[in-house]
């Protein structure tokens, strides 16, 4: 589909009231055609340099191991994915605080946001003065609902702890770290005030609004990641599944040195939150054509075993070490 045609296509107004059974074939098909619309304004931006810096630097944690997709009476989830290298990488997330659940579906995308802020910063410690900061980069209206719905997303990832394990031969590394550690934040983001006995607790954040990071977290977050371009991360929709198996499959296609063959069972160990192997093909279908048009010199394509990836012609992004945009992924440890 051509962006001129793209253009002048009618799509109904959200939220515009519905006459007469709905047909959910083909909002199904609008969907994706508004899916498809996004994916080709940003390769047309990154075909004509307009993308410039818009870019995030994404956690491993993140993009390997996903969240539940939606709210959950679980308060310890395990994620497990086999790295290119032969590894094995384990993230378990645990719900700290009493009453406080565990961060579900777009919850993601404020720890996303967390992770891209503290590794383009390079400091664990995060400024954040109001909630607009965050609206306006995921192109949110402010306040009203989204500062509510900000206050209880940050308040789960807030009270989450995460330990990370990777296994390599007869080698096994395990840590455990809070994500924030300390914080001193406005209302617009916590939705609560902070009482004179609190901000005196706080004397090294007392000057400034802001959130600390755990150190070897974010240390370890700052080491294994890559670059996705933002537009992307902002605007993919759809299911919860297929973003983050678009994410996934961009990172298993950075770090593939030779042709590998991902077996359905990875992708099943990988994504547990659906049981059912038809859907789940499905997404996967859908994330890799996402996938083809945003990156033409990706290898990746659907095969009876699974899923086979090799060394991509080309980079997602051009490569530009001073801006930490690489090709590969730094080597592991």
């Given amino acids: 589909m051509s962006t001129s045609l793209a253009k002048n296509l009618k799509f109904p107004a959200k939220g515009a009231p519905q006459k007469g059974p709905r047909d959910r074939k083909k909002e199904e098909m609008l969907a994706q055609t508004r899916q498809a619309m996004r994916v080709m304004e940003i390769v047309d931006a990154k075909h004509d340099g307009k993308l410039g810096d818009e870019y995030i630097k994404l956690a491993q944690a993140m993009i390997l191991c996903t969240l539940p997709y939606s709210a959950t009476k679980e308060t310890k989830i395990t ?25 579900f579906g777009a919850d993601r995308k404020v720890l996303a946001w967390i992770f891209d802020k503290a590794i383009r910063t390079e400091s664990p410690f995060i400024p954040w003065a109001s909630a607009v900061e965050f609206q306006k980069e995921m192109g949110l209206t ?14 789960r990832v807030a009270g989450l702890v995460i330990n990370i394990q990777r296994e390599a031969g007869e080698g096994k590394r395990d840590l455990t770290y809070p994500l924030i550690e300390r914080s001193y934040l406005p209302s617009s983001i916590t939705g609560k005030k902070l009482d004179n006995d609190m901000q005196q607790s706080l004397p090294e954040l007392a000057d400034r609004y802001g959130f600390a990071m755990n150190l070897s977290l974010f240390n370890d977050i700052r080491k294994h990641h890559i670059v996705l371009p933002r537009r992307l991360w902002a605007e993919i929709k759809g299911p919860t599944q297929v973003q983050d198996l678009v994410f996934w499959l961009i990172f298993r296609c950075y770090s593939a040195a030779s042709e590998t063959i991902i077996p359905w069972k990875a992708l099943t160990e990988q994504f547990p939150q659906d049981s059912n192997p038809h859907r789940n093909r499905l997404h996967t279908r859908k994330a890799i054509r996402t996938l083809k048009a945003l990156w033409p010199g990706v290898q990746i394509e659907e095969v009876p075993q699974g899923i086979k990836v090799d060394r991509a012609k080309e980079g997602l992004l051009e490569d530009d070490f001073a801006k930490g945009r690489i090709r590969r992924l730094p080597a592991r440890s």
């Fill in 142 to 155: 402010k306040g009203g609902k989204n500062n509510r719905d900000l206050n209880k997303r940050f308040e």
């Fill in 79 to 103: 994620r497990q994915a086999r790295l290119g290298d032969g590894s094995t990488l384990y993230v378990t997330f645990s719900a700290a605080h009493p009453n406080v659940g565990m961060p």
